[in-house]
Protein backbone atom coordinates (compact mmCIF):
# COMPACT_ATOMS: atom_id res chain seq x y z
CA UNK A 1 0.00 0.00 0.00
CA UNK A 2 1.58 3.49 -1.06
CA UNK A 3 2.41 5.76 1.57
CA UNK A 4 -0.35 8.67 0.75
CA UNK A 5 -3.11 6.09 0.28
CA UNK A 6 -2.05 4.42 3.90
CA UNK A 7 -2.33 8.08 5.27
CA UNK A 8 -6.15 9.05 3.51
CA UNK A 9 -7.07 5.85 5.56
CA UNK A 10 -5.57 7.26 8.64
CA UNK A 11 -7.51 10.83 7.88
CA UNK A 12 -10.35 8.49 6.62
CA UNK A 13 -10.69 6.49 10.27
CA UNK A 14 -9.93 9.65 12.48
CA UNK A 15 -12.73 11.41 10.66
CA UNK A 16 -15.08 8.42 11.48
CA UNK A 17 -13.69 7.99 14.91
CA UNK A 18 -14.59 12.46 15.41
CA UNK A 19 -17.97 11.99 14.20
CA UNK A 20 -18.82 8.46 15.83
CA UNK A 21 -17.77 9.91 19.35
CA UNK A 22 -19.75 13.01 18.42
CA UNK A 23 -22.82 10.79 17.34
CA UNK A 24 -22.58 8.29 20.17
CA UNK A 25 -21.18 10.66 22.71
CA UNK A 26 -25.11 12.97 22.23
CA UNK A 27 -27.18 9.81 22.41
CA UNK A 28 -25.14 8.87 25.79
CA UNK A 29 -25.50 12.44 27.28
CA UNK A 30 -28.96 12.94 26.23
CA UNK A 31 -29.51 8.95 27.51
CA UNK A 32 -27.96 9.97 30.98
CA UNK A 33 -29.96 13.02 31.01
CA UNK A 34 -33.29 11.39 31.02
CA UNK A 35 -31.88 8.82 33.71
CA UNK A 36 -31.55 12.23 35.78
CA UNK A 37 -34.89 13.93 34.63
CA UNK A 38 -36.71 9.88 36.01
CA UNK A 39 -34.58 10.58 39.60
CA UNK A 40 -36.06 14.34 39.87
CA UNK A 41 -32.43 15.82 39.06
CA UNK A 42 -31.53 19.00 36.92
CA UNK A 43 -31.75 17.15 33.42
CA UNK A 44 -30.47 19.92 31.47
CA UNK A 45 -27.48 20.39 32.99
CA UNK A 46 -26.30 17.04 32.66
CA UNK A 47 -27.02 16.94 29.52
CA UNK A 48 -25.42 19.58 28.27
CA UNK A 49 -22.08 18.70 30.59
CA UNK A 50 -22.10 15.33 28.53
CA UNK A 51 -22.87 16.79 25.34
CA UNK A 52 -20.14 19.81 25.97
CA UNK A 53 -17.59 16.50 26.83
CA UNK A 54 -18.63 14.67 23.39
CA UNK A 55 -18.20 17.77 21.47
CA UNK A 56 -14.31 18.99 22.68
CA UNK A 57 -13.61 14.95 21.95
CA UNK A 58 -15.06 14.60 18.99
CA UNK A 59 -13.31 17.99 17.82
CA UNK A 60 -9.32 17.06 19.23
CA UNK A 61 -10.15 13.80 17.13
CA UNK A 62 -11.03 15.80 13.75
CA UNK A 63 -8.33 18.25 14.41
CA UNK A 64 -6.06 15.09 14.30
CA UNK A 65 -7.74 14.06 10.84
CA UNK A 66 -7.11 17.56 9.53
CA UNK A 67 -3.56 17.52 10.23
CA UNK A 68 -2.87 14.65 8.99
CA UNK A 69 -3.81 15.75 5.72
CA UNK A 70 -2.30 18.55 5.62
CA UNK A 71 0.99 17.59 6.74
CA UNK A 72 1.30 14.07 4.71
CA UNK A 73 -1.47 14.19 1.92
CA UNK A 74 -1.00 17.94 0.79
CA UNK A 75 1.24 20.07 1.98
CA UNK A 76 0.93 23.52 0.58
CA UNK A 77 1.08 26.93 1.80
CA UNK A 78 -2.49 27.45 1.29
CA UNK A 79 -3.85 23.93 2.64
CA UNK A 80 -1.41 24.90 5.79
CA UNK A 81 -3.14 28.24 6.39
CA UNK A 82 -6.59 26.96 5.93
CA UNK A 83 -5.32 23.75 8.72
CA UNK A 84 -4.36 27.18 10.40
CA UNK A 85 -7.43 28.65 10.80
CA UNK A 86 -9.76 25.85 11.47
CA UNK A 87 -6.95 24.88 14.47
CA UNK A 88 -7.91 28.40 15.46
CA UNK A 89 -11.61 28.28 15.14
CA UNK A 90 -11.29 24.85 16.71
CA UNK A 91 -9.49 25.88 19.53
CA UNK A 92 -11.51 28.53 20.56
CA UNK A 93 -14.35 26.62 20.96
CA UNK A 94 -13.02 23.73 23.05
CA UNK A 95 -11.50 26.72 25.16
CA UNK A 96 -15.10 27.96 24.95
CA UNK A 97 -16.35 25.03 25.53
CA UNK A 98 -14.15 23.68 28.83
CA UNK A 99 -14.45 27.39 30.32
CA UNK A 100 -18.47 26.50 30.06
CA UNK A 101 -18.33 23.35 31.19
CA UNK A 102 -16.31 24.07 34.48
CA UNK A 103 -17.01 27.93 35.25
CA UNK A 104 -13.04 28.27 35.23
CA UNK A 105 -10.38 28.88 32.85
CA UNK A 106 -8.05 25.75 32.64
CA UNK A 107 -5.21 27.53 33.81
CA UNK A 108 -7.22 27.81 37.28
CA UNK A 109 -8.63 25.11 37.51
CA UNK A 110 -6.44 23.68 39.75
CA UNK A 111 -6.16 26.52 42.22
CA UNK A 112 -10.29 26.41 42.29
CA UNK A 113 -10.68 22.36 42.85
CA UNK A 114 -8.18 22.60 45.51
CA UNK A 115 -10.22 25.71 47.18
CA UNK A 116 -13.34 23.34 47.03
CA UNK A 117 -12.16 20.68 48.29
CA UNK A 118 -11.16 22.95 50.89
CA UNK A 119 -14.05 24.18 51.59
CA UNK A 120 -15.63 20.70 51.91
CA UNK A 121 -13.20 19.53 54.23
CA UNK A 122 -14.56 19.71 57.76
CA UNK A 123 -11.58 21.81 59.82
CA UNK A 124 -10.73 19.93 63.05
CA UNK A 125 -10.47 22.40 65.55
CA UNK A 126 -9.01 21.47 68.97
Known sequence: M???DFMLLAVRAFEVAGVGVLVVGSIAALGVALRE???GAPA????RRGLGRA??????????A?????????PTAENAITL?????????LSFSLEIELDGVVPWRRA?????????ATPVDRR
Open 66 to 74: DIVLTITID
Open 84 to 92: GIIVLVRTF
Open 111 to 119: AVEAQRAEQ
Open 44 to 47: FAVF
Open 2 to 4: PFE
Open 37 to 39: ARR
Open 55 to 64: ILLGLELLIV
